[in-house]
């Protein structure tokens, strides 16, 4: 067993690794988006996007697309509910954003998106985050997630990338 439970009940995935942000120092540059995570073996996913030094206000519009396939051949915006955090450890309230998503900017703020599987458009089991730049300030951070409430009880989880 992998550490106990964490690797049992949460499944952490590097979904935005230097194929998807080319530069973590100007990480919204080329409007990024991340990996395809396949939700069939979880009932969600919460995102994490860290922003640590901004070069002025940089900024993105943060959206969550779900998606029919691992490629994907549709990507359809969704709702979700996000929260942001100022501080190193105080979280606001839960805030829950339409399909045209919300703005992330400051420096040394952190979001989490939490996206639920039966959240996600029709049939589709995938989905992605999609970051689109509005302000072009380099903005120095990082993105990654957490798949959780697993749908079976696995010793080692298997991959959700495809």
Request: negative net charge; aromatic residues 10%; charged residues 15%.
């Amino acid at each position: 067993m992998k550490n106990g439970r964490m690797f049992q009940d949460f499944h952490p995935i590097h979904c935005a690794d230097s194929n998807f942000i080319a530069a973590n120092e100007d990480m919204f540059n080329g409007d990024p988006a991340t990996d395809v995570i396949h939700l069939s073996e979880y009932g969600s996913i919460i995102f994490f996007i860290i922003i640590n030094a901004n070069a002025g206000s940089g900024a993105a519009t943060i959206t969550v697309e779900s998606c029919d396939t691992a490629v994907p051949g549709t990507g359809t915006a969704i709702a979700f509910k996000y929260w942001s955090c100022t501080t190193p450890d105080v979280w606001s309230d839960m805030a829950t954003a339409t399909t045209a998503g919300f703005s992330a900017s400051g420096s040394d703020n952190m979001y989490a998106i939490e996206v639920s599987a039966d959240g996600l458009s029709g049939t589709d089991e995938f989905v992605r985050l999609q970051c689109t730049e509005t302000q072009s300030d380099a903005v120095d951070g990082a993105i990654t997630c957490i798949a959780g409430r697993g749908r079976y009880v696995h010793e080692v989880q298997g991959t959700a990338l495809v």
